[in-house]
C-alpha cells in the first residue's frame, strides 16, 4: 500500500495551498481517508477525515471552516484544500487510510499512511 502526499510549499499567511494523496495498492473506496499534521517538538493531530464514500467529513475546530477534504473514489485521491492559512498550521501534513471507512479522529485507527508532505506559511 502507498500513500503518496503531494502540494506542500511554503504559502504567506493567509493565502491557500491544496494537498493531494494519491493512494494504491488498497481498495480505495472501502476507506476512510483521514489528514493530520506535526509540528516540530509536538505531537500528531487530527486535522480532517472523510469516509468511505465522501458523503461525511469531520475537521478539528482548529481548521473548520477554512479546510476542505474531498476524494474521488475514481482516481483513488484525497485532497485537502487550506484556506485563510496561519503562521500555526505550519507543519508536516499526513494523509491516512482506515479500514473501517469512517471519519475517525483517532491515529491509532489509521491503518496506512504516507511520507508526509511540508507545508510552511510565512508571515
Known amino acids: 500500500v502507498q500513500l503518496v502526499e503531494s502540494g506542500g510549499g511554503l504559502v504567506q499567511a493567509g493565502g491557500s495551498l491544496r494537498l493531494s494523496c494519491a493512494a494504491s495498492e488498497l481498495t480505495f473506496r472501502n476507506f476512510g481517508m483521514g489528514w493530520f499534521r506535526q509540528a516540530p517538538g509536538k505531537e500528531r493531530e487530527f486535522v480532517g477525515a472523510v469516509n468511505w464514500n465522501g458523503g461525511l467529513t469531520v475537521y478539528a475546530d482548529s481548521v473548520k471552516g477554512r479546510f476542505t477534504i474531498s476524494r474521488d473514489n475514481t482516481k483513488n485521491t484525497v485532497s485537502l484544500q487550506m484556506s485563510s492559512l496561519k503562521l500555526e498550521d505550519t507543519a508536516g501534513y499526513y494523509c491516512?487510510?482506515?479500514?473501517?471507512?469512517?471519519?475517525?479522529?483517532?491515529?491509532?485507527?489509521?491503518?496506512?499512511w504516507g511520507q508526509g508532505t511540508q507545508v510552511t506559511v510565512s508571515s
Open positions: 491516512a487510510a482506515n479500514r473501517f471507512g469512517s471519519t475517525s479522529t483517532s491515529r491509532g485507527t489509521y491503518d496506512y
